[in-house]
């Protein structure tokens, strides 16, 4: 039997413009959005090629906004991923070259934390 993460609740603040800094800033697809009622948001966003989404919302969470646990994105060219934060301007560090890996890191507007890893052992990232 697979067991498999489909789903990590990330709590933000604002939720349209989270939205927008992952879809248009970091690159996620927007999946779904809707409104089940006056106090239920749920938003699904993914990234390019991830089995894995995030959800964001209103009423989803009783966690305060930016306490996601630290999340990670694996990318087969640091380079691009770097480059294309940096071009749609988002605040992030500089490649940091690690025995382990390669890594940038970006928090979205509420502080939650990313990091963005590239595996130079693993065929294809």
Same mark, same amino acid.
């Given at each position: 039997?697979?067991? &498999?993460?489909?789903? =990590? ?9 989270? &939205?927008?800094?992952?879809?248009? &800033?970091? $690159? ?5 959005? #809707? ?15 991830? +089995? @894995? !989404?995030?959800? %964001? *919302?209103? *009423?989803? !969470?009783?966690?305060?906004? *930016?306490? +996601?646990?630290?999340?990670? %994105?694996?990318?087969?060219?640091? #380079?691009?991923?770097?480059? #294309?934060? &940096? $071009?749609?301007?988002?605040? @992030? !560090?500089? %490649?940091?070259?690690?025995?382990? $890996?390669?890594? =940038?890191?970006? #928090?979205?507007?509420? $502080? ?6 590239? %595996?130079? !052992?693993?065929?294809? *990232?």
């Amino acid at each position: 039997m697979d067991w &498999k993460l489909e789903l =990590v609740f990330v709590p933000v603040s604002d939720v349209d413009r989270a &939205k927008d800094f992952y879809v248009n &800033k970091v $690159g996620f697809n927007a999946d779904y959005d #809707q409104r089940v009622n006056e106090n239920l948001r749920f938003v699904q966003l993914t990234p390019p090629g991830s +089995a @894995c !989404s995030i959800a %964001i *919302g209103q *009423g989803l !969470s009783d966690a305060a906004p *930016g306490t +996601a646990p630290n999340l990670q %994105i694996v990318v087969s060219d640091i #380079q691009k991923a770097y480059d #294309q934060l &940096k $071009g749609n301007g988002v605040d @992030c !560090s500089e %490649i940091e070259v690690l025995d382990w $890996g390669h890594f =940038v890191y970006f #928090q979205d507007p509420d $502080g939650n934390r990313w990091a963005v890893q590239y %595996i130079p !052992s693993r065929p294809n *990232g």
